[in-house]
């Protein structure tokens, strides 16, 4: 079973590839003995402001306290509503949650999976300090609309491209569009990390000093605290490895997306919804997320035969239990719990060989009986 070794994320055939850049790299921090703050990080930020055509770029701990310390320099907190999606990693809801701020969902486009631009418009009230869009999987939510409900209404826009660092929107690169992008390093993204990383990007030169300060403890001068901040600045071993990776990155997201185009081909006739890529988006595939109505079955039949998956997400944020305080009840937003009940992903990364998707796609169209 599984006779290929399958796996979802292959970080260390990846690895092994770029071995002696990577350790280079990191030896020369060691040797540096820099580890806070030293100059990778300062390096990684403008190569990464450059790539994604940003002015600036602010290194931090994650991509969760990137949606944090956005929201922070927005100064959001008691009171306050945050428009998002329910249909995404908990570290968006979370973190609006923990500033004490409400989380008002709205239903997902059912092609894209993200925010559906027509269903914020009418949730926008007198209390809204953000609207938050997930470009997830790695496809660019509809930005042209939500930038217009923004302007309209004077309210800032905080992409969470967690999953989506160099996918595009009509040509310019995610993160760039709103006042702010928060993007993820986490291993298994498409630039990952050796650990946890994050970034907020903006074009904006007060909110890039604002964020500077909360990710040192609010103060841009030693042991003086001019704001209220946290400790979450990008580690310099990241920053090093996260520099030496960015210059493959393209070459990466090429290689996914070739893997996609193939699956595509295998599945091309099939009962089987193949990711949906609009004509604005440049897709990363973060993700490969296919749409089944016989979805537990399937995931049932490639575990059997030890066939990686997953399932993102099972339960939307305004249902789990943490945050059940939002006062939605299920069947609130329709095309999300179809997303949740159909929603497969299949293991998508640059190692990934067409013998390995022929037997995956095999697997899955025997589940189906197809
Ligand atoms: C949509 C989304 N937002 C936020 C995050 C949080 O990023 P991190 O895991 O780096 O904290 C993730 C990470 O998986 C994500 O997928």
Redesign the pocket.
């Known amino acids: 079973m599984n006779p290929m070794n399958i796996q979802m994320v292959d970080l260390t055939s990846q690895y092994r590839k770029i071995k002696p850049e990577i350790d280079e790299a990191l030896h020369r921090v060691l040797d540096s003995g820099m580890f806070i703050l030293g100059k990778e990080v300062g390096e990684f930020e403008a190569a990464a402001a450059q790539y994604l055509g940003t002015r600036h770029a602010i290194g931090c701990a994650?991509?969760?306290?990137?949606?944090q310390v956005a929201m922070m320099a927005l100064e959001i907190g008691p009171g306050d509503e945050v428009i998002t999606t329910p249909f995404?990693?908990v570290?968006?809801t979370e973190t609006i949650v923990l500033l004490g701020a409400k989380p008002i969902y709205v239903d997902i486009d059912p092609q894209t999976y993200n925010i559906d631009p027509a269903a914020i418009a009418a949730a926008v009230t007198s209390k809204t300090k953000a609207i938050l869009p997930?470009h997830?999987y790695g496809h660019a939510a509809d930005m042209d609309p939500i930038m217009e409900i923004a302007r309209k209404h004077g309210i800032p826009v905080i992409e969470?491209a967690?999953?989506a660092m160099g996918a595009e929107y009509r040509g310019r690169k995610l993160g760039g569009i709103g006042a702010m992008g928060?993007i993820?390093?986490?291993p298994s993204?498409n630039l990952g990390a050796f650990g946890?990383?994050?970034m907020v990007v903006t074009n904006d030169d007060v909110l890039a000093a604002m964020l500077r300060m909360i990710i040192n403890h609010g103060s841009r001068k030693r042991y003086y605290h001019e704001i209220i901040g946290v400790n979450s600045r990008m580690d310099t071993l990241q920053a090093a490895i996260l520099n030496v990776k960015l210059k493959h990155l393209e070459q990466w997201h090429e290689a996914r997306r070739a893997a996609a185009r193939f699956y595509n081909t295998l599945f091309k006739g099939k009962p089987v919804t193949t990711p949906y890529e609009a004509p604005y988006a440049r897709h990363i595939f973060h993700q490969y997320t296919l749409r089944l109505p016989d979805r537990d079955k399937v995931a049932a039949a490639l575990a059997q035969k030890k066939i990686p998956h997953a399932i993102y997400y099972p339960v939307p944020l305004h249902l789990q239990q943490a945050y059940a305080a939002s006062g939605k009840p299920a069947g609130a937003f329709p095309r999300t719990d179809r997303a949740t009940a159909e929603v497969l992903s299949l293991p998508m990364h640059t190692e990934l060989t067409e013998e390995q998707q022929r037997f995956i796609a095999q697997a899955v169209l025997e589940a189906i009986g197809s």
């Not at 994650?62 to 949606?67: F, K, N, P, R, W």
């Open positions: 994650s991509g969760t306290d990137a949606l995404t990693f570290a968006t997930v997830l969470d967690a999953q928060c993820s390093f986490f993204k946890d990383a994050g």
